[in-house]
């Protein structure tokens, strides 16, 4: 099929002939990509029940996970002849969302289409401000990145590590920490920009959960002690949502990780020195 793209809707009321833009479908260059804008779906919130808003922002949620899985795939064919995104795959999501949720014909919507269009077109046909927190991330990270490398540690852990999948079994592609190091047992840093909406953050959440379980695995076959001693760094959170699984972080019983604020890595800078931890890197290739 020729590259397209098919504009998501929610609908006012469901009488009404109104519709607000959430989100949108692109196909270009065999790969599918698909996003939703969080700042719409809060401002439609306020039209439209509350949990209805909720339970479609799950449903979009769901296919941003499978669309991405989608696009990393080298065999990936057209993106509506894969289930679940067939034209009738649409159908059944106006009926599961009680007919809120509508969506523009692909067939109507084809031209010379490429990836790097994207965001363009989603500024102009959903979300203007489509990118700001994006950039806002992006900004965190580097506050980071510099903050770690003029660190006191900065010679003795591997910062921007991508931890290697044929190393640790759990996850299914590298993993990048934000430091890591070893000595009798491994020392890790994440950092979660809580900026990001909600559902990002808990993904990254699963991602560092599935990490520090292959972590420990790798600890047992090196002869390390298996439970390491990983942190997680958040930043300010930007919202209810953001706050909230915060909060339920910290009351988290089973998390295999400390729950930080990043202005305390200072805290943790300090027991790395103590420990005398050396980098992860140096440890796996057998110099540690």
């Known amino acids: 099929m020729k590259p397209f793209y098919s504009v998501i809707y929610l609908k006012s009321e469901s009488i009404s002939d109104e519709k607000i833009a959430i989100g949108m479908f692109l196909n270009a260059n065999r790969k599918p990509l698909f996003d939703y804008s969080e700042d719409k779906l809060k ?3 306020k039209i439209i029940n509350s949990e209805a808003v909720d339970s479609v922002e799950k449903l979009l949620k769901n296919i941003k996970r499978k669309i991405d899985s989608l696009s990393k795939d080298k065999n990936q064919k057209e993106a509506f002849d894969v289930d679940p995104f067939t034209n009738s795959y649409f159908d059944y999501l106006n009926r599961y969302s009680n007919n809120l949720i509508l969506y523009s014909k692909p067939e109507e919507n084809i031209g010379d289409f490429k990836l790097d269009d994207f965001d363009s077109l989603f500024k102009l046909l959903v979300d203007k401000n489509y990118g700001f927190e994006e950039k806002e991330t992006v900004v965190f990270g580097k506050k980071v990145e510099e903050t770690l490398r003029a660190s006191r540690v900065s010679e003795r852990v591997d910062i921007k590590y991508r931890v290697p999948k ?9 993993h990048q920490v934000d430091y890591i190091g070893a ?6 840093g994440n950092v979660i920009d809580t900026t990001t909406d909600h559902y990002t953050i808990e993904n990254k959440v699963y991602q560092i959960r599935a990490l520090i379980s292959g972590l420990a695995e ?12 990983h942190v997680v760094y958040f930043n300010e959170p930007a919202g209810s949502k953001q706050k909230d699984v915060i909060y339920d972080l910290h009351h988290d019983n089973t998390r295999p990780f400390k729950l930080k604020p990043w202005e305390l890595f200072e805290e943790e800078e300090k027991e790395l020195e103590d420990k005398n931890v050396g980098k992860f890197s140096e440890f796996l290739s057998g110099v540690y």
């Open 43 to 45: 401002m439609a919130s």
């Open 166 to 174: 044929d190393r640790v079994k759990s996850i299914l592609r590298n």
């Open 183 to 188: 000595n009798g047992k491994i020392y890790s």
């Open 218 to 229: 790798l600890s047992g076959n090196l002869g390390l002690h298996t439970k390491g001693r």
